[in-house]
């Protein structure tokens, strides 16, 4: 598989359908958690030296999940498989795999990166506050239930409405879902250095992280 057409296939594939996941869960992971978990199968999978076909990329991956003491997926959830196959062609869009859906040094260190993270005080708060606004029209509304999950989920503070805040990196989770379901003009991500009123909520996040220092 070329780029070219990755990166085609990776488009199209995605109108087939919203960023949906149906999983039943033995333990608790959370919604972003569940994401980073394909993403580094999916990376894993492609440090062999094996020449993929996306179905056979996600088929592993999905074997490879289903064994999971977190994750059980059910055999005919189509949803989850394609979950997979759209996971697959963001990383190739990304440069995390190559033509022969391999992982690339880029996708190593992002694999890295993954393993499989969640927000924690790793160092020290670099400054920078991430906002979320959106304004999701109504044929994107599961989209929109999963930007709202993800937010609650991650402990964001309301500014205004459809307007949130957090210290810590975590856009990328949003890219996923602003990517899979062409949300450009409906979701905004930013990072910024200054953010009014934004001190009166500093006691909610030193409660989520006690080593930070807003």
């Known amino acids: 598989m ?32 569940i994401t980073y978990k394909i993403l580094g199968a999916i990376l894993k999978l492609g440090v062999r030296s094996v020449t993929w076909t996306v179905s056979e990329l996600a088929s592993a991956v999905f074997k490879n999940l289903s064994k999971s003491t977190f994750v059980q997926i059910q055999e005919n959830d189509k949803n989850a498989k394609n979950e997979i196959r759209r996971l697959i062609y963001y990383a190739c869009n990304r440069g995390y795999l190559n033509d022969r859906l391999q992982t690339t ?3 190593a260190q992002r694999l890295k ?10 160092q020290p708060w670099d400054g920078k506050w991430r906002l979320v606004m959106y304004d ?3 044929n994107k509304r599961n989209a929109r239930a999963q930007i709202r999950r993800l937010i609650k989920q991650l402990g ?15 856009l990328e989770q949003f890219e996923l879902i602003k990517e899979a379901n062409k949300l450009e003009d409906s979701l ?6 200054r953010v009014a009123g934004i001190r009166k909520h500093q006691g909610h996040f030193e409660k989520l992280y006690p080593k930070i220092q807003l």
């Open 156 to 170: 964001f503070v309301q500014l205004q409405q459809s307007v949130w805040a957090h210290p810590l990196p975590c």
């Open 105 to 107: 040094q880029s996708g």
């Open 113 to 122: 990166k993954l393993n499989f993270q969640s927000l924690e005080m790793t």
């Open 188 to 193: 905004v991500l930013i990072e910024t250095s």
């Open 136 to 138: 999701i029209p109504e």
């Open 2 to 33: 070329t780029k070219e057409n990755c990166f085609c296939q990776y488009y199209n594939f995605l109108t087939a359908g919203a960023f949906v996941i149906i999983l039943s869960m033995s333990g608790i992971l959370r919604y972003h958690d």
